[in-house]
């Protein structure tokens, strides 16, 4: 995998933290930190292997799983929908 590739798949886990970030210290009955709650609980889990094989340099990462995984998980999670990082991956991939 070139280095353009692996700064777009870094840019999702980025991407996804900017996502979920919350003013500092929100109230248990904000209803924003409560709806990023929501959202960022069922990313996370879809995410976390992602964040490993950027640690561990993108070694073994089977790329048209990923996508599968993240294409099976906006068809079970439309209120959820994470299509926007596949998005801006393409772009970076675009402009690389």
């Not at 292997?49 to 995984?69: G, I, K, Q, T």
């Amino acid at each position: 995998m070139n280095n353009i590739r692996k700064a777009a798949y870094r840019n999702i886990i980025y991407q996804f933290l900017l996502d979920v970030r919350t003013e500092p210290v929100p109230l248990m009955d904000d209803k924003r930190a409560i709806i990023k709650g929501r959202y960022a609980g069922p990313v996370a889990y879809q995410l976390h292997n992602l964040a490993l094989a950027s640690v561990n340099d993108f070694v073994d990462f089977d790329e048209r799983h990923f996508w599968a995984s993240i294409d099976s998980f906006n068809q079970r999670n439309p209120e959820t929908n994470i299509i926007h990082l596949r998005v801006a991956f393409e772009a970076l991939l675009r402009s690389g």
